[in-house]
Structures are given as C-alpha cells and as structure tokens.
C-alpha cells in the first residue's frame, strides 16, 4: 500500500504517487484496489524490465525546427540561436542598414565558388542538442532550399587579428579570409590617409 511505501521510505505519499506515475504510463505499474485500500503492482511488462541493468528510455518524436549556418570555404555547419551563441546573423537587407555608415571601414567578404551543401551528417550534428538524438530532417515546402538563403554575420578583425562576431569555432580558412579582408582594408586606408 501507498502508506507502506511513505513509511519505509520516510518520504510523503503525494511525492511517491509522483514518482511512480511515470512507470504507470509506461505500463510497468498498475494501480489496484485491494480490502478497500489503494496498491501499486508491478505488471508483467514491468517485471521484464526490473532486471536490466539500464532501464529502456522511451522516446516521443519532437518535431522542431532549427537553424543553421554553411562556411561557405570548408560547407561546415554552425547552429544558429544555440544558447551560448556569441554571434549575430542578419539577412541582406539589415547587414547593409547597420553598415551604412561605415562604409569607409568595412569590406564585404567575397568568396569564390563558396560551398553551400555540407553532409546531411553534419547539419544533424550541428543542429541536435546533447540531450537530443535528431532522426532526420526536411525542409519545408514553402520555403526555399537552405543553400539559398544568404544571412551575413558582422565580423570585427581587431590589431591583433582577433575576431569577434562570428562563431568561434570558425574553420581556420575563413579565419584567414577575414584577417586577409580586414588587413587590406585597414592597408587601403592607411593609403588613403597618408
């Protein structure tokens, strides 16, 4: 009876009845009425599983949707609104509204060939949590495929070639390209100027 189990385990009934709904709707529990008092038994599915060592996980497929960013060099995967995630991404549009400005201190990165199909693996990868296991993926319908869609990351090449605003696990090849555009526009103004 539930008021065994409270004794034995020091523990409130309520806070017993929660722990064990979980193992009701898993049908490894029962609830039965017995000389008008209320006790749990375990079924014959929950008997096959008490003597394992791991209990199996039972798992509901989650649809979600997510986003993920393509380096354009190396067609590795970046997730985007991750949530340690240091950098910001903007459609075409907004990139040029905020560098409106500034203009005479920024360059836009032009890739030659840029690579836009990584492994369907690595989109996975990149965009599972690690409490997640991702089973596959499609895109919608209504939208256009993700190798079309152009965002922009705002990257800042500091004097001592650190940069801040992009991934930080960017691959090595587009660290380089940036440092490269940062240090020729930074040249290029220090042409002008003198």
């Not at 806070?15 to 490894?28: A, C, Q």
């Not at 985007?80 to 920024?106: C, D, F, G, M, W």
């Amino acid at each position: 009876p539930i008021e065994e189990l409270s004794l034995k385990s020091n523990l409130p009934q309520r806070l017993i009845i929660e722990i064990i709904l979980p193992f009701m709707k898993l049908g490894w529990v029962e609830l039965v009425e017995l000389n008008s008092k209320y006790n749990f038994r375990i079924t014959s599915k929950g008997r096959s599983v008490a003597n394992r060592e791991e209990l199996p996980y039972e798992r509901e497929p989650l649809e979600s949707t997510r986003k993920f960013l393509i380096d354009p060099i190396t067609a590795k995967c970046y997730r985007v609104n991750a949530r340690n995630q240091n950098y910001q991404i903007y459609p075409t549009s907004r990139a040029n509204e905020l560098l409106k400005n500034k203009h005479s201190i920024s360059t836009e990165l032009k890739i030659k060939n840029p690579k836009h199909s990584p492994f369907t693996s690595d989109i996975l990868n990149c965009v599972e949590d690690t409490d997640e296991e991702v089973i596959g993926y499609e895109e919608r319908a209504n939208d256009r495929p993700y190798y079309q869609n152009r965002t922009f990351a705002i990257a800042q090449v500091d004097e001592a070639d650190n940069i801040t605003g992009v991934p930080s696990d960017i691959s090595k090849e587009l660290a380089a390209d940036i440092i490269a555009a940062a240090n020729m526009k930074r040249s290029e103004i220090n042409t002008n100027i003198d």
